[in-house]
């Protein structure tokens, strides 16, 4: 089965011999091609809705993988059992949805090996929110499908542990951690300039790993982000109650002109 660069760059980040829980599985394509190229023994597609899961299930019968792929109606991870998969899929959805999914199957998802996870919107939300619940991000890509662009995670449950720590106990490969802190021989987290708390601020908005990497996808879209803040600010210059806006957007403006400066080094 081929799939679309999105769908092929979640499939890319699941470590090969992991049972697979696919929530929110759509048409079953992702799981389908898990089992079927050896990436995944077992799959769980799952979607809340019936509609999709049906589809999802006519197609995982069509390839006659249906002793493989078991299709379960289910709001998130409810109808998973802890410990029944080592790797979450979670893709498509708003950041805000991924967060309320992940926080109500909290406990099952910090026993997972690993969380694949594609937000939709909301991206400094989301990092954030994997952040405070103790998820550690070790590797991102981003593609550029459609002229959209879509930001794929890999987080695993550090239980309050840093990404140094866990690559110390031998949890994630020590090159992804150190990335995800900005840690690699390319660090993302040197300007003197720059508090804490932007340079916190800025790898949940952009991602650390991305930066750490100078992903060039990412550098479009930084470039895009640019161009449409800059037009939105030459808009409300004449708008007199809009400052409030303004300074987010010159704020804005601002991480993104650091972010690629990290691309000139």
């Given at each position: 089965m081929e799939l679309s660069k999105r769908l092929q760059?979640?499939?890319?980040?699941?470590?090969?011999?992991?049972?697979?829980?696919?929530?929110?599985?759509?048409?079953?394509?992702?799981?389908?091609y898990l089992y079927e190229n050896k990436i995944a023994p077992k799959v769980y597609a799952m979607d809340l809705r019936e509609g999709p899961l049906q589809r999802a299930r006519?197609?995982?019968?069509?390839?006659?993988?249906?002793?493989?792929?078991?299709?379960?109606?289910?709001?998130?991870?409810?109808?998973?059992?802890?410990?029944?998969?080592d790797t979450l899929i979670c893709a498509g959805m708003g950041?805000?949805?991924m967060a309320?999914?992940?926080?109500?199957?909290?406990?099952?998802?910090?026993?997972?090996?690993?969380?694949?996870?594609?937000?939709?919107?909301?991206?400094?939300?989301?990092?954030?929110?994997?952040?405070?619940?103790?998820?550690?991000?070790?590797?991102?890509?981003?593609?550029?499908?459609?002229?959209?662009?879509y930001p794929i995670i890999k987080a695993?449950?550090?239980?309050?542990?840093?990404?140094?720590?866990?690559?110390?106990?031998?949890?994630?490969?020590?090159?992804?951690?150190?990335?995800?802190?900005?840690?690699?021989?390319?660090k993302v987290v040197s300007a003197?300039?720059?508090?804490?708390?932007?340079?916190q601020r800025i790898a949940d908005s952009f991602g650390s790993c991305l930066l750490a990497d100078r992903h060039p996808v990412l550098k479009e879209y930084l470039?895009?982000?640019?161009?449409?803040?800059?037009?939105?600010?030459?808009s409300l210059k004449s708008a007199g109650k809009q400052a409030v806006r303004r300074e987010e957007l010159c704020g804005e403006l601002s991480d993104i002109a650091y972010c690629l400066t990290l691309y000139e080094a």
């Amino acid at each position: 089965m081929e799939l679309s660069k999105r769908l092929q760059a979640i499939a890319d980040m699941v470590t090969t011999g992991s049972r697979t829980a696919d929530v929110g599985c759509d048409h079953g394509f992702v799981s389908i091609y898990l089992y079927e190229n050896k990436i995944a023994p077992k799959v769980y597609a799952m979607d809340l809705r019936e509609g999709p899961l049906q589809r999802a299930r006519e197609h995982i019968e069509e390839k006659g993988f249906s002793d493989y792929i078991e299709t379960r109606l289910s709001d998130g991870v409810e109808a998973l059992a802890a410990g029944e998969a080592d790797t979450l899929i979670c893709a498509g959805m708003g950041g805000r949805l991924m967060a309320e999914i992940l926080s109500k199957g909290h406990e099952k998802a910090a026993m997972m090996k690993e969380l694949i996870l594609q937000p939709q919107s909301e991206l400094r939300y989301f990092r954030e929110f994997l952040r405070q619940s103790g998820f550690v991000i070790v590797k991102e890509n981003m593609i550029k499908e459609d002229g959209k662009f879509y930001p794929i995670i890999k987080a695993v449950y550090g239980g309050g542990k840093s990404g140094r720590e866990m690559a110390s106990a031998g949890g994630e490969s020590k090159g992804e951690t150190e990335s995800a802190e900005g840690g690699s021989n390319r660090k993302v987290v040197s300007a003197d300039s720059l508090s804490g708390g932007t340079l916190q601020r800025i790898a949940d908005s952009f991602g650390s790993c991305l930066l750490a990497d100078r992903h060039p996808v990412l550098k479009e879209y930084l470039e895009m982000l640019r161009e449409r803040d800059e037009k939105i600010l030459e808009s409300l210059k004449s708008a007199g109650k809009q400052a409030v806006r303004r300074e987010e957007l010159c704020g804005e403006l601002s991480d993104i002109a650091y972010c690629l400066t990290l691309y000139e080094a």
